[in-house]
Each structure stands twice: as structure tokens, then as C-alpha cells.
């Protein structure tokens, strides 16, 4: 059996699919194989390489086929330290780099902890495969780390709600399996997870003379586009009777390019606003650009998004905090809906929607326009909001200007956040670095700060916040041979989520560089609490933490302290930097109710004791 293992693996390694390499009479076309290892061919097959995870009794089996198939260099094996940095790794290798990996757990408290991880691909439609062991299905009593009720199927019950999940309870389904995963990891309108359940039991079954012409390839991404001319004709009608437009881009529109931008912008007289996920889409020094709007959003961006009297929305699902809760468009007559996601369409009312992929239909809407008298044009329109976006710089440049201010529990003049983002948001830029933002105040800072001018230089989980995702990812750029440096911006509280960076990255050659901001708190969280209630509970410690030591008790991690003025941050970020491998530099940072120590929010939020006005406002509006 290992021997034929070792024949598929080379055979598989040498042509790329299992039909190629058939047809080449590599391989024979029917032959004795395991559900581990059809798992692991099918996989490969669709151009999964990369296998990220933790070994456990529930997946041992699966586990001596990757072995074979690592030794004849068809797949790598990364054995971390955790699920949840296991499913970050792998997300970032799809968001950043395109690869679809598959992450693998064994049964129980590991499989639920790397499905919490892929909220992350959920959030930002993300195709990443999950393999993870399962109960038996004789049922002969409990198994370990099932969850203890005596039903049926309770994992698959529990992942058919975050995703598409399979079973295999039966060797042979796997083609359908691999199938269903296809659909939902490459070749969908928008991507996903997709968990595959195997039971312990299952793994080693052999299906005897299975057809190796049944594993299905990997599906080209599918590009749907409406041609219901009615649409587009409503829609080029109601740009042309409006004066006041903005356009908001979310992360569907992620591959829609700067010229296709600006003409639609040109065409249509709108000004630009972006979701906090994808900077840089379009260039932040063009004069339509105004930024980052939302919740946690920027004087300009919102000015856009309050004022104007039609909006055009690109891919997006509408997070709350993307249109403060359903409250950003207090002014507009009507909303254009562009999504490739039917279901995502359906989010406001009163629009005219159009399916499709998001360039796909710019691109159409742009050819119409070019022959539309545009006659509602505002020409003050433009002009007002360029007037917000240098109220806003002017805003942002003071509080760059006072880096400094005296924290009480700190107990000496220290670093404002904004300022230090800054400074490291300037060095990560001047490097040609790419930038990971954690959940939490730095990265609400952070989105506020960044001003990109190509998009995948910053990297952000907006969607799901997850706290430790900046650092838990820098991995992927290791296992991609180090083509981009990464910086990871971080609090004190998301590193503490997922610390195992530090091992991991010596293990498999990281060579990155992790900022962090400590404040001794959940910063966002207190800030929330003061505006709402006046006062902080217990979010925040007494805790002093020596992170530099930390750092450099892992041997081949080197620790910096970022210091207390501007220049030795900068100092501390050159000599970060030039270490040959995985860098941290601890920045202690102001927090307390001084204006000049934040950037401050400028929308509303469906949160805490703001529910009541909010959603009152939410239902006036009625989109």
C-alpha cells in the first residue's frame, strides 16, 4: 500500500491532475485507495497544496498519508500550534496570495476551535477547506471529544450552520463531496469554508477498483453578470436625475482596477468612499477619494455618505458598522445595489439592483453613460466634500503633530496611538511592506490612517474582528518563500489571543516584523464604554508585561522597545527590520480621554444604550 501510495504521489506531483497523468498511463485508471488518501488526491487534484494544522487520535490516518505524499514533495505539512492560527494562516494564503489550502484538525475542542477561526474566510469570502475527524459511526459508545449527547451527526449538524459541511460516513461519497467542496471553495460567486467531517473509523476504509477519473478538478471562478438592459437603463436614469453621489466600495469590489474607478467616477461626477477592508482600491491621492466612512469612519467619508443624494454600493454585505447601522445615508432618494450575491443585493430597499461582478458591471454602466446627458450635475458637490477631506487631514495632521501625551497609568509621557500607527504606517510604506491590522483600537486607528495607493498593501478582518488574526497570519508569508515582508499591528490584548506566532515563525523561517501597541486594555472597548456610560469596567489591567523579554525567550525571535518619542520608534523599526527573521517592538501607548490621544469616530453604531435612537433613525430613513 505504501508503495502504491508513493506511485500516486510522484504521478500526481509530475502532472499537476490525476486525468493527466491517466492519461499519460502514469497511473492506472482504477485502483485500491483509502478515504484518507482519496481525501488528500482529491484535494491535490483541485490545486491544494499547502495542509495547515494539528495532529490528533482523530486524525491519524490521514495523517501517515500526508507523511508519503510530503516525502514525494506533492504536498507541505505545517504542524502549528493552534486551530484558530491554523485558520488564519490559511486565510491569508487565500486572501493575499489566492492559494486555497486545507486545514486539518482532529475531532472535538480542536475542530470547534479552527471553525470559530474561519469566521475570518466566512467574513470576507475566503475559500479555504477544513478536514477534521469525527466519531465513529458504528456508534459503539462515546468516542473522545465528541460533543456528549447521545444524537447522531452533532458535528455536522453544528457546521451545516456556519457553512457547507459533508460527511463521510460512506468511502464513495467523497466524489460528491468533493464536488460540493469545489462549488463552495473556488468556483461559487462568492467563496467559502467548506468542513469535511471523517470519521475515525472511515479514514482507512479501502474502496477497491475506485475510478481515479471521478475526482473532479478545480472549477474556474465563476464571473456572473445580469443582462437585463431594463436594470441598467433604470440605473444610468437615476445617476443622471442626481446632483449629489457617492460611491461606497466594500470588499466585493476588491478586484475591480483603479481605471475603471476613475472613469466611473468621472462619468457619474461621484465621490468615493471605501469600506475599511479595502484601502488602496482606488488611489487615496486622487481627488474623489474620500476615504474611509462608517462607524469608525473619517470626517470626509461620512460628510459623503450623510450628504449626498444617491448612493452606488460595490459589493458589500452591509456590516453594521459600514453604514453605522443602516443610518450613514440620512439624505439619499435611492441606492444602486451592485453584487454578485443575490442575497447581498437584498439588503436595502428602495435600489435598483444589479447582479453581477462588480468590474463587469462598471464596465456596462460605463459604456452607458458615455452616451447619457448627465444634466443634475452638483458642480459644489465635489467641491464640499474636498473642503471635508482637508478638514479631516487637517484633523488627522494635528494629532501627528502632539505625539506625545502623559498617561496616568503608565505614569510617564508616552506615544499616542495615532502617532505611533503613523510612524509605523510611514516605515511599512517606505519598505514596500504589507500591512496586517488586528481587531480592536489599532486597527480602528489604523483603517483611519492608511492611505494606500494600491490595493493588497494593507490587510484587514473587518468582518469578523478577529483578535489575533494580524499576527497568527504573518505565517502564510513564510510558507509563500518570504515574497512580501510583513508588518503586524497589534495591541496588548489581541497578541495575548495568539502569542504562538513566536514559535511558529522560527520553526518555518518567518521573516516579519510584529508592532505592538500596548495600552494595557481593551482600548476600543473602553473608549465605546466612556461614550456610552461614561465609564470603563473591567476592561482594562494592572498588569505590567516585559514583551521584549517575551520575545526573545523564543531563541531566534529578536524583542525592541519602541521608546517614548518618535525617534526611538523609528530607531527601534530600523534595527526591527534589519533582524534576519521574526522581529516584536513593544509600544507602550497613551489611553485616557485627552482628544489629541485618538482619532475619534463619526457615525452611529446599533449598540449599547445608542439602540434606541439608532434603530429609530434606522427605520425613518427606510432603506
Same mark, same amino acid.
Given at each position: 500500500?505504501?508503495?502504491?501510495?508513493? *506511485?500516486?504521489?510522484?504521478?500526481? *506531483?509530475?502532472?499537476g491532475t490525476i486525468r493527466k497523468a491517466v492519461e499519460a498511463e502514469s497511473l492506472d485508471q482504477f485502483q485500491d485507495i483509502s478515504l484518507s488518501e482519496a481525501v488528500v488526491l482529491g484535494l491535490i487534484n483541485q490545486g491544494v497544496k499547502t495542509f495547515v494544522g494539528i495532529f490528533g487520535h482523530g486524525m491519524t490516518d490521514v495523517g501517515e498519508v500526508l507523511r508519503i505524499y510530503e516525502e514525494e514533495e506533492a504536498v507541505k505539512t505545517v504542524n502549528v500550534r493552534n486551530e484558530v492560527e491554523a485558520s488564519h494562516v490559511a486565510s491569508m494564503l487565500r486572501w493575499k496570495y489566492g492559494e486555497a489550502p486545507a486545514v486539518f484538525t482532529s475531532i472535538g475542542p480542536g475542530a470547534l476551535q479552527a471553525v470559530a477561526g474561519s469566521l475570518v474566510a466566512q467574513s470576507n469570502g475566503l475559500g479555504v477547506y477544513y478536514l477534521m475527524g469525527d466519531e465513529t459511526s458504528h456508534s459503539e459508545g462515546p468516542n473522545m471529544q465528541q460533543i456528549p449527547k447521545r444524537e447522531q451527526e452533532l458535528f455536522l449538524k453544528l457546521l451545516s450552520t456556519f457553512g457547507p459541511a459533508y460527511s463521510l460516513h460512506t468511502p464513495e461519497a467523497v466524489f460528491t463531496a468533493l464536488k460540493r467542496g469545489d462549488t463552495a471553495v473556488n468556483g461559487g460567486e462568492k467563496h467559502s469554508p467548506f468542513y469535511m467531517l471523517l470519521p475515525m473509523n472511515i479514514q482507512p476504509k479501502i474502496m477497491e477498483h475506485c475510478n481515479l477519473l471521478e475526482f473532479p478538478e478545480k472549477s474556474a471562478e465563476s464571473r456572473v453578470v445580469s443582462v437585463d438592459p431594463d436594470l441598467y437603463r433604470a440605473a444610468v436614469e437615476t445617476i443622471c436625475s442626481s446632483s449629489r453621489i457617492t460611491v461606497k466600495a466594500g470588499g466585493g469590489a476588491a478586484k475591480v482596477s483603479a481605471g475603471v474607478w476613475e472613469t466611473f467616477l468621472e462619468l457619474a461626477d461621484a465621490v468615493y468612499v471605501h469600506g475599511p477592508q479595502v484601502p488602496g482600491l482606488y488611489p487615496y491621492s486622487k481627488e474623489r477619494n474620500m476615504g474611509v466612512g462608517g462607524s469608525k469612519g473619517s470626517i470626509c467619508g461620512n460628510y459623503a455618505m450623510d450628504e449626498c443624494d444617491l448612493v452606488i454600493?460595490?459589493?458589500?454585505?452591509?456590516?453594521?458598522?459600514?453604514?453605522?447601522?443602516?443610518?450613514? !445615508?440620512?439624505?439619499? *432618494? *435611492?441606492?444602486?445595489?451592485?453584487?454578485?450575491? @443575490?442575497?447581498?443585493?437584498?439588503?436595502?430597499?428602495?435600489?435598483?439592483?444589479?447582479?453581477?461582478?462588480?468590474?463587469?458591471?462598471?464596465?456596462?454602466?460605463?459604456?452607458?453613460l458615455k452616451n447619457a446627458e448627465n444634466e443634475a450635475t452638483d458642480p459644489e458637490w465635489l467641491k464640499e466634500c474636498k473642503e471635508k477631506r482637508a478638514e479631516w487631514e487637517a484633523y488627522k495632521q494635528l494629532r501627528y503633530d502632539h505625539p506625545v501625551l502623559t498617561d496616568e497609568k503608565w505614569g510617564k509621557s508616552i506615544l499616542t496611538e495615532p502617532a505611533a500607527i503613523k510612524k509605523a504606517v510611514d516605515f511599512a510604506d517606505a519598505h514596500g511592506c504589507v500591512k496586517i491590522f488586528d481587531a480592536g483600537d489599532v486597527q480602528a486607528n489604523g483603517f483611519q490612517i492608511v492611505t494606500d495607493e494600491k490595493p493588497g498593501q494593507t490587510i484587514t478582518d473587518t468582518g469578523s474582528s478577529y483578535m489575533g488574526f494580524a499576527v497568527s497570519s504573518m505565517l502564510a508569508f513564510a510558507l509563500q518563500g518570504g515574497k512580501d515582508y510583513p508588518v503586524a499591528y497589534t495591541g496588548d490584548g489581541s497578541f495575548m489571543m495568539n502569542p504562538q506566532i513566536l514559535i511558529d515563525a522560527v520553526q518555518y523561517g518567518l521573516k516579519g516584523m510584529i508592532v505592538l501597541f500596548d495600552n494595557r486594555r481593551m482600548g476600543a472597548i473602553t473608549s465605546l464604554q466612556h461614550a456610552q456610560y461614561d465609564v470603563? !469596567?473591567?476592561?482594562?489591567?494592572?498588569?505590567?508585561?516585559? @514583551?521584549?523579554?517575551?520575545?526573545e525567550s523564543v531563541k531566534g525571535v529578536k524583542g525592541f522597545y519602541g521608546g517614548e518619542s518618535m525617534e526611538e520608534l523609528e530607531k527601534a523599526l530600523e534595527q526591527a527590520y534589519a533582524h534576519e527573521g521574526l522581529s516584536l517592538v513593544h509600544v507602550p501607548v497613551y489611553f485616557g480621554r485627552e482628544d489629541l490621544g485618538s482619532l475619534g469616530s463619526f457615525g452611529d453604531w446599533n449598540v449599547g444604550n445608542w439602540c434606541e435612537r439608532v434603530q429609530k433613525l434606522k427605520h425613518e430613513i427606510g432603506f
Open positions: 500500500m505504501i508503495e502504491q501510495r508513493r *506511485k500516486r504521489a510522484k504521478a500526481i *506531483k509530475a502532472y454600493t460595490v459589493g458589500t454585505r452591509g456590516v453594521c458598522q459600514w453604514d453605522s447601522s443602516g443610518t450613514a !445615508f440620512k439624505k439619499a *432618494k *435611492k441606492i444602486i445595489n451592485i453584487n454578485c450575491d @443575490y442575497n447581498d443585493l437584498g439588503q436595502y430597499n428602495n435600489s435598483v439592483r444589479i447582479q453581477g461582478d462588480a468590474e463587469e458591471v462598471l464596465l456596462k454602466l460605463i459604456e452607458l470603563g !469596567f473591567s476592561t482594562d489591567d494592572m498588569v505590567e508585561v516585559d @514583551y521584549v523579554q517575551m520575545a
